[in-house]
């Protein structure tokens, strides 16, 4: 369930932002998320750290894929099982890495400074006017009164993130802040009022996550190919979404639920996508013979059900008016947790087969061609392995981000990739 709150904020204190009848009457906005990603169960740990410590402050960077003239912000609660009291909330410009911010300015909900998330809700915070484009960097602070010990976030923001006690969120700079790994009770960033139009999301797993990154360095296969949107002109009116889930799956829960759980509100729900690209299966592949071998007919029963969940998500996103891009799944042989065998190679190449040939997708990006070993077509080539042999390092993610066809996004994009 989201909650949405209408209202216009424009100024720098909360005194000033009380929503007016002029901004109630405010035509109809285009909301299009710049920046997202896909809300889990936090880690525990984590949770309880924070939850232990008591009111506390949590201020995080995100980096956005679009700008506009106006920002709103959507929070979550949707993993929690107790409602989410959130004692205040601020935006403004910052850097990524530092807890100092500029141009802090409050967030209000319905012109309340405060507000309550129900569990398993989302809220959005009323407009506030703030011109942004691409590539800017913005902070959400948050003070949370009493946090949840099951608290949901997003573990894989390859951003730092800053813990402080008490209430500092409309501080310029943080005093004696911890770090802590995560993005919390944040879902999206939308802009509204510029030249953003639509957005595209892309939902993965630890790949698309961006495992193995620099932390707050934005080298993401998502954030180069973001970039590469931006500059050019045919495709500028489009942002990136990032919804990938590390150790993530097609068909069953695991490090966060399924993708065939999570695809409606991690892409459907968000207003005005455009285009999902879905880059899984690794993981079901790896974990299906991780422990024991998988004889030829479990193998064939994955192939089958992969392949039929491709066929509901097209049918998801074409009554959506949503094009599907389908990617190829990248090599995993040579990884030490999977031990990944001959016979998980056949299955990864009949599943690829599949993607290149399927009439299920819009479109075809091929990422195995991208970054494969062209002398050990099983494995990721040396220059772009990260080490383990299953994710890229950020020269392989560079060259997957570089690897989209930006022909097939836009207003001038052609179905050359269509397959009916």
């Known amino acids: 369930m989201t909650i949405v709150l209408a209202g216009l904020a424009t100024g720098g204190s909360s005194q ?86 500029t141009g802090n300015r409050a967030l209000t909900f319905n012109g309340a400074t405060a507000t309550t998330i129900p569990a398993g809700a989302e809220i959005y915070s009323d407009p ?15 003070f949370l009164p009493k946090p949840a010990t099951r608290h949901t976030g997003h573990p894989g923001a390859r951003a730092t993130t800053f813990l402080v006690r008490g209430d500092q969120s409309a501080a310029a700079t943080l005093a004696a802040p911890e770090k802590i790994g ?9 802009v ?10 892309a939902i993965g797993d630890s790949i698309t996550d961006g495992r193995g990154v620099r932390d707050d360095g934005n080298a993401r296969w998502t954030d180069v190919f973001a970039r590469r949107l931006a500059a050019n002109p045919g495709t500028a009116g489009l942002s990136v979404v ?5 150790g ?13 759980a999570r695809f409606d509100r991690d892409v459907i729900a968000r207003p005005n996508v455009r285009y999902a ?23 064939r029963a994955l192939i089958a059900e992969i392949t039929a969940s491709h066929h509901e998500l097209a049918a998801r996103t074409r009554s959506h008016g949503i094009r599907l891009i389908g990617a190829t799944i990248t090599p995993l042989v040579g990884n030490d ?7 998980t190679e056949a299955t990864r190449q009949a599943i690829n087969a599949m993607i290149r040939r399927s009439a299920v997708f819009d479109a075809v990006i091929d990422f195995d061609a991208a970054i494969r070993d062209p002398a050990h077509p099983d494995r990721l080539l040396p220059a772009y392995d990260s080490g383990d042999h299953l994710h890229p390092n950020e020269a392989g993610y560079r060259t997957m981000g570089e690897a989209v066809p930006l022909r097939l996004f836009g207003a001038s994009a052609v179905r050359a990739h269509r397959r009916r």
């Open 277 to 299: 690209i879905v880059l899984e299966g690794v993981n079901d592949l790896g974990v299906l013979t991780r422990d024991a071998p998988a004889n030829a007919a479990t193998q």
């Open 16 to 101: 000033s932002l009380h929503p007016r009848p002029a901004a109630r009457a405010m035509p109809s906005l285009r909301w299009v998320p710049a920046w997202g990603s896909a809300q889990m169960l936090a880690t525990a740990a984590d949770a309880e750290r924070i939850a232990a410590i008591g009111p506390v402050t949590i201020r995080q960077i995100v980096h956005l894929s679009a700008g506009g003239t106006m920002v709103r912000v959507r929070l979550s609660n949707v993993m929690g099982d107790t409602p989410l009291r959130i004692g205040a909330a601020w935006l403004a410009r910052g850097v990524p890495g530092q807890p100092q911010v």
């Open 248 to 260: 993530n799956r097609i068909l069953l829960d695991g490090n966060g639920p399924s993708l065939m």
């Open 192 to 201: 509204a009022g510029g030249g953003t139009a639509g957005a595209i999301v």
């Open 182 to 190: 995560g993005w919390w009770d944040l879902a999206d960033v939308e």
């Open 128 to 142: 506030v006017l703030l011109a942004t484009q691409a590539g800017d960097d913005l902070a959400i602070s948050l």
């Open 337 to 343: 947790y999977y031990h990944a065998s001959a016979q």
């Open 242 to 246: 990032n919804a990938g889930i590390g």
